[in-house]
């Protein structure tokens, strides 16, 4: 089983042959691509006396140390340290090769040289997003968008899209991954793709009017955004009934939010709409997506490309691979990625399902799997709730709890000290979109129950608020991402610097006007 059957077979390979192909794949990418050109990894392997044929097995990754989120960030002594994990060709190694040789008597020295240009000359680069440090280049080249196309194309064939539909991609104008995949899945998916830039580019009226007159079967965005666009677009008696796929990237996607889009799309006249989550991340350099199902049935899960990348479980305690089925953190390893390379990236991120490489119910596709909920680790740590009532709040588990709660639309959660005085202790106030003309008092009350029953914690205050102010809180048409959860504790210590916009360095507890969002998981950007 070679890499190219792994290829063009992706939607039809038992596990024993993923196993056995991947194993080969990764031999021969570490033997011919990584060890000759990276420099972080040759350095790497020395150091922990490997090479490539040290991989028989995909048991045996375990012996490659991890690479963390910390290894690709610059230092005081490595300031550009980014550049250590892109591919750099030696182009004396290249011209030794036999393959080399052969291509240059049959095709020209000229035409050999274009084609290794293409595949390493880093040509375009998307960011990491999050609060947690400076932005993190990653680098493609020719090669990479191409494979960044075909996951693309492979998305929307995985979503069920038609030749003939129509993609509206509402994801925001910035360099990051989702938006680009979402762009490179319309057009190599030769769907007719538009791209609105979300709700800063062109204003929430800007992408209702594309709804009224694009009026597309496909709409991919941040849940956030579409939910409000939805909203809005419902209030406005807009019909959008070809509208058959919400496509979710950037946030996790509750079973809570499926169902209130759902109902939205109902509201424009859109009958039949499957709602898929995504999930990808910039070190990656791809995303994966659900496949549709039954809205009373359990997720498809995350279908994955085995020729493109290893995916591992592991024990988060141990770093030990788990086998398929078994919770726990998310480790990936490219296949035939150039550009920025990175070897068993641990994610952060946490399944609690596990792969299968059992076929899909509801596609029939054999392929590995993602299921269950992804959960980011970051978000309970960076929340730092510890103070409140000593519970320690999880931000998945709070964003559940809100989305499954009846007669609320969108909300944020804002975290403020008392007095504003930085010793002080933590509140939490939950602003709400109330909806159906409920009782305030009551809906006070269920709500109050609710976090008490799922979470152990009172919010200090519920402040109710129409679709305009809470669009407002979130930033909505003013921010590229749009703010679930706004951090507006002061500093005890005095800040190092001053974050320039909300979006440039999500740099932990920002200031007052800033207010820090959460560290999404890249369900995309
Ligand atoms: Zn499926």
């Not at 029939?364 to 000593?390: A, C, H, T, Y």
């Not at 210590?493 to 969002?517: C, D, H, I, M, Y």
Request: hydrophobic share 35%.
């Amino acid at each position: 089983m070679s890499r190219n059957s792994l290829q063009t077979h992706w939607q039809a390979l038992s596990e024993a042959t993923v196993r056995r192909g991947q194993a080969e794949a990764l031999r021969r990418y570490l033997r011919t691509v990584v060890l000759p050109f990276s420099a972080h990894y040759r350095n790497l392997f020395q150091e922990n006396g490997l090479d490539a044929e040290s991989f028989r097995t995909l048991e045996d990754l375990r012996r490659l140390p991890f690479t963390t989120k910390s290894d690709l960030l610059n230092t005081a002594a490595q300031p550009q340290r980014f550049k250590d994990f892109i591919l750099t060709p030696d182009p004396r190694v290249l011209a030794r090769r036999p393959e080399t040789i052969m291509r240059a008597v049959l095709r020209g020295r000229d035409r050999v040289r274009q084609d290794f240009e293409a595949e390493f000359r880093p040509i375009f680069a998307t960011f990491t997003t999050g609060r947690s440090a400076e932005p993190t280049p990653l680098f493609f080249s020719q090669h990479d968008l191409t494979r960044l196309a075909t996951a693309g194309r492979r998305l929307v064939e995985i979503c069920a899209a038609r030749r003939e539909d129509r993609l509206l991609n509402s994801l925001p104008f910035a360099p990051h991954l989702a938006f680009w995949l979402a762009h490179y899945a319309g057009t190599a998916g030769g769907v007719m793709t538009m791209s609105s830039g979300g709700g800063k580019a062109i204003g929430t009226d800007g992408n209702i009017r594309l709804l009224r007159k694009f009026k597309p079967d496909i709409l991919i965005g941040v849940p956030t955004f579409v939910y409000h666009l939805l909203h809005q677009a419902a209030e406005e008696g807009v019909h959008c009934e070809n509208l058959r796929r919400i496509v979710l990237a950037g946030e996790k996607v509750s079973d809570g939010l499926r169902q209130k889009l759902r109902d939205l799309a109902l509201e424009v006249g859109a009958r039949n709409v499957d709602v898929l989550a995504t999930y990808g991340f910039t070190e990656a350099k791809l995303a994966w997506s659900e496949c549709p199902f039954q809205y009373n049935q359990p997720s498809s899960g995350y279908h994955l490309y085995a020729d493109m990348g290893i995916l591992e479980v592991v024990d988060a305690q141990t770093g030990d691979p788990l086998p398929a089925g078994r919770p726990g953190e998310l480790v990936f390893t490219p296949l035939d990625a150039r550009g920025s390379v990175v070897l068993r990236y641990r994610t952060g991120d946490f399944t609690d399902g596990g792969l299968t490489y059992e076929a899909c119910p509801y596609c029939g596709r054999s392929l590995p799997r993602l299921v269950g909920n992804i959960s980011r680790r970051s978000e309970v740590r960076q929340m730092n709730f510890d103070k409140i009532k000593g519970t320690l709040v999880d931000f998945n588990e709070l964003e559940h709890v809100l989305d499954g709660a009846q007669h609320i639309g969108s909300w944020q959660v804002e975290l403020r000290k008392t007095n504003d005085d930085p010793h002080e202790l933590d509140e939490l106030i939950l602003h709400v979109q109330k909806l159906n003309g409920v009782d305030e008092e009551q809906l006070r009350r269920e709500l109050n129950e609710r976090c008490v029953a799922h979470l152990e914690i009172h919010p200090n205050q519920i402040l109710f608020h129409d679709a305009e102010e809470i669009q407002a809180l979130q930033g909505v048409g003013r921010l590229i991402k749009e703010q679930k959860l706004v951090d507006h504790r002061p500093q005890a210590a005095p800040r190092q610097e001053q974050a320039t916009s909300a979006t440039a360095s999500l740099n932990g507890k920002e200031s007052q006007s800033v207010g820090a969002v959460a560290d999404k998981p890249e369900t995309l950007p």
